[in-house]
């Protein structure tokens, strides 16, 4: 079973307009933690923001703020007044615990291009 | 403040040969795993260390080696390079065992003819 799902392929969203990018997850586990990557076309991987199981506020930097439903397994990133800048691919991922480490489990990523 | 730095940025093999992918830290973070990325898949966990002489497989392990044998550099060997194996590589490094951010490397394009 997929343990990160991001339905979304591509989006397109309207420079300075506000959008949401879906991520749901599955695990039992009650601890875990949800993290949000961009990797522009230049390939490189950018952390933008996390989230904990229990941390009780939806997490916030800058732009980014991630919208966090526990019950509903759903951890949406949310990019307001977008830039053409933030173009770029986007994965979500989850951390699972292993026995002797952990390790990032990663959706199959999103693609977002803005327009001007 | 180099963070993590991967060698080399592209590299193309012939079935059968072998190479190594090189992975420094400058960050003493203990945790340091190997990825790779291909398309619609997302990323998938090939190696990982919690820590110098200690390592262990990740979801596909198969057809690569790792050691550790210092706390800055994690090397992934490709024992005889596979079509299968082509791809984008990316070493990352964490403190520790907790929710903490991964730090990446700028990611090593694999292709095998």
């Known amino acids: 079973a997929q343990k990160i799902t991001q339905t979304q392929p591509g989006m397109f969203v309207q420079e300075k307009e506000a959008v949401t990018l879906d991520c749901t997850y599955d695990t039992s586990d009650p601890s875990y933690g949800l993290f949000w990557y961009k990797q522009p076309s230049s390939g490189e991987m950018i952390f933008l923001i996390y989230q904990g199981s229990y941390d009780q506020q939806n997490a916030t930097e800058g732009r980014y703020s991630l919208n966090f439903q526990k019950a509903r397994k759903s951890a949406n990133l949310v990019i307001s007044a977008s830039q053409l800048g933030d173009s770029a691919m986007y994965f979500c991922?989850?951390?699972?615990?292993?026995?002797?480490?952990?390790?990032?489990?990663f959706g199959a990523g999103t693609i977002l291009r803005v327009k001007s | 403040n180099a963070g993590v730095t991967q060698t080399p940025k592209f590299q193309v093999l012939k079935t059968g040969q072998s190479m190594t992918l090189q992975c420094a830290q400058d960050m003493n973070h203990e945790y340091m795993s190997w990825y790779r990325q291909d398309p619609g898949m997302g990323l998938r966990l090939i190696h990982y260390?919690?820590?110098?002489?200690?390592?262990d497989q990740g979801e596909v392990p198969n057809g690569y080696n790792v050691s550790r044998s210092t706390t800055e550099d994690f090397p992934l060997r490709l024992l005889s390079a596979a079509p299968s194996q082509t791809s984008v590589y990316f070493c990352a490094s964490r403190l520790d065992r907790g929710n903490t951010e991964a730090f990446f490397g700028q990611g090593t394009r694999l292709t095998v003819v």
């Open positions: 991922a989850m951390r699972e615990f292993m026995e002797y480490g952990n390790k990032l489990v």
């Open positions: 260390s919690v820590g110098a002489g200690i390592t």
